[in-house]
């Protein structure tokens, strides 16, 4: 009976990344030897990364991530962990926590229980463990049990759950646990990134400790894997529904252990419980590091942005300066600079550094104002980006007259304005690939959620990019959160741009066109795209359930309900087409990640009609 050193790990890997990956767990494995640890838990599908989808479904892969057992065992002297990695047996693919002690293996749980949910196709992948079978794996010519097991060690019984598992209520693995006495529950997982989904999973690693007597660990994945999930590397560890353990989220170092010294008997003192983050530091916490890892893992030289003096622009200006903030501060200059292979910046200052890998340029036309040049231009001067600033005039002027010439009429507000405003949208595609072509940077595209719900963005104009950051983050937040980066961040480079209303800028002046305008309010927007997306209800539901908040006239509010609901339906093949969106909130529009919807429908004529 005792006090045991029971520390967490967490790891940014990379599929594919055999080095860097065998590597980082190394490092952890060695720090936690060094500090004493007993018993470590690592994340799920740490050895190959969550990330490798298809990857998958090869027999190369998993043979490959089974090949680097023995020299990560060899570094488990005095130490029991897992090492989590696909195992094939009996011709299926098993998702596997190989579990080891003082470098010999003692067995191998496998995951019960598969995510197909919102970003998750796990199924696809891996066969889930039937409940209470173990049967014999052979792994470098010695057999080991494997399936549904639980492991000796001092005075704990140790189980598994891994991520999925433990989200499966009244059937999931820690009652049989339970049953089973164990009194140590090690969590390996792959838990995405979502805004406040912390406080999910707190309550989740809390309320296991109660109920079913026993401590608690969990350990997730870290960074920007493989392009769009976004994983916080959250590490907890909880005892009689009490948090004894949690580190701060979102940290830039490729690898993380903290340890607490827990009494198996119950009553540890909590040691380091970091504090939960609001959503509005989440939010660049998240993005920030989402860029870190897409630029040294895309080998590329920065970023170029096409910067109007909106809100979606400087949203993603702001989140590259956070990005050389806190990479610096976590890292320091010199460790984030060799990590995206820019040691000839040493020399140079935060904001110099902004500037060298960050192309900003404004596209003026005759219809934009002089409000939205000079809020784009003091926000990039002041984080330090660079800044262009050229017309578009003449290219729009080309295309407009040869078509004109083509079908023999000249195009006019009243009966081309969707045309009209398009091509010029359009015209500034090539001029900003061009520039990110130049210098080697990811174009960032601006779309935001709201207006990828509905489509109202001009396809091969404003959407093209090779990365959307923002866009599964809706305008309402947007706005919010803007004010919130001026006010407390510091981004006084923000003001101008905080004072406009959000404007496309493609019609003529004096018709002075806003977003909302052509659309709706964007907090109604946002009401109704959360009731009949994320919550998929239809029409009809969707109106009785705002018409009692009260929002907006009835008639109005049907209205907008009508428009949102065409205008998604139609709008598919543009959702189909935008660039790769990183995870950020609980719910997003892009096809790969969370929502599809057939190209082709009836466009909820039916359901509207009974609307």
């Given at each position: ?297 895309s080998r590329s030289n920065g970023y170029a942005l096409s910067i109007s003096g909106g809100a979606d622009s400087a949203t993603c200006a702001v989140l590259v300066a956070e990005m050389v903030k806190r990479a610096i501060e976590t890292l320091g200059k010199s460790a984030f ?77 009243e009966t081309d304005d969707i045309t009209l405003q398009n091509i010029q949208a359009r015209s500034r595609s090539p001029i900003i690939w061009m520039l990110a072509n130049i210098k080697n940077r990811v174009l960032l595209t601006t779309s935001n959620r709201s207006e990828g ?159």
């Amino acid at each position: 009976m005792g006090i045991y050193r029971i520390g967490t790990a967490t790891v940014n890997q990379t599929p594919l990344d055999w080095t860097n990956n065998i590597l980082q767990l190394k490092k952890a494995l060695n720090e936690a030897r060094n500090e004493g640890i007993e018993i470590l838990c690592l994340p799920e599908l740490s050895v190959t990364s969550y990330g490798c989808e298809d990857l998958f479904l090869s027999h190369w892969l998993p043979e490959k991530a089974k090949s680097f057992l023995p020299e990560l065992i060899a570094e488990t002297k005095g130490l029991f962990t897992s090492f989590n990695l696909p195992l094939y047996f009996g011709g299926k693919l098993y998702n596997c926590a190989v579990v080891v002690y003082n470098q010999e293996i003692l067995g191998v749980y496998a995951k019960q229980y598969m995510a197909l949910d919102g970003v998750h196709y796990e199924p696809r992948w891996f066969t889930p463990w039937p409940i209470g079978e173990v049967l014999e794996i052979e792994i470098g010519g010695k057999n080991y049990p494997i399936g549904d097991l639980t492991f000796d060690y001092k005075d704990w019984k140790i189980g598994f759950e891994i991520c999925e598992d433990a989200w499966r209520g009244v059937v999931r693995p820690a009652h049989r646990l339970c049953e089973k006495a164990v009194n140590l529950i090690l969590n390996p997982s792959a838990s995405h990134f979502a805004m406040e989904k912390t406080l999910q999973r707190i309550d989740l690693v809390k309320k296991s400790s109660t109920d079913f007597k026993c401590t608690y660990v969990y350990a997730n994945l870290l960074g920007n894997e493989a392009g769009r999930m976004i994983y916080d590397g959250e590490m907890m560890i909880a005892q009689n529904g009490e948090l004894i353990l949690r580190n701060e989220l979102l940290s830039f170092k490729p690898h993380q252990v903290i340890w607490a010294d827990v009494n198996s008997q119950g009553n540890t003192q909590p040691h380091n419980v970091s504090p939960i983050d609001p959503k509005e530091i989440e939010f660049p916490k998240a993005a920030g590091l989402a860029l870190y890892d897409y630029l040294r893992k895309s080998r590329s030289n920065g970023y170029a942005l096409s910067i109007s003096g909106g809100a979606d622009s400087a949203t993603c200006a702001v989140l590259v300066a956070e990005m050389v903030k806190r990479a610096i501060e976590t890292l320091g200059k010199s460790a984030f600079l060799k990590s995206i292979n820019r040691l000839d910046l040493e020399g140079k200052s935060q904001k110099e550094i902004v500037g060298e890998i960050f192309a900003t340029a404004y596209q003026g036309s005759v219809n934009s104002s002089d409000d939205t040049l000079n809020a784009a231009q003091e926000l990039a001067n002041s984080i330090g980006a660079a800044f262009y600033h050229w017309t578009i005039d003449k290219a729009v002027e080309n295309y407009t007259s040869t078509i004109e010439t083509a079908i023999e009429r000249k195009l006019n507000w009243e009966t081309d304005d969707i045309t009209l405003q398009n091509i010029q949208a359009r015209s500034r595609s090539p001029i900003i690939w061009m520039l990110a072509n130049i210098k080697n940077r990811v174009l960032l595209t601006t779309s935001n959620r709201s207006e990828g719900s509905v489509g109202y963005a001009t396809m091969d104009g404003d959407t093209s990019g090779s990365l959307a950051p923002i866009s599964s983050v809706d305008k309402v937040f947007i706005r919010k959160w803007l004010v919130y980066a001026e006010e407390q961040l510091g981004y006084t480079g923000l003001s101008k741009i905080n004072a406009l209303a959000p404007t496309a800028e493609l019609r003529p002046k004096d018709q002075h066109q806003t977003d909302e305008d052509d659309l709706m309010p964007y907090p109604i927007l946002l009401a109704i795209e959360q009731l009949a997306i994320r919550d998929h209800q239809s029409p009809k539901e969707v109106f009785e359930k705002l018409k009692k908040k009260e929002l907006e006239d009835e008639n109005l509010l049907k209205d907008h309900i009508i428009k949102f609901y065409k205008l998604w339906s139609r709008n598919q093949w543009k959702r189909e087409r935008l660039a790769p969106a990183f995870h950020l909130d609980e719910f997003n529009v892009d096809p790969r990640t969370w929502c599809r919807f057939p190209i082709l429908s009836a466009g909820f004529i039916e359901e509207l009609k009974e609307l």
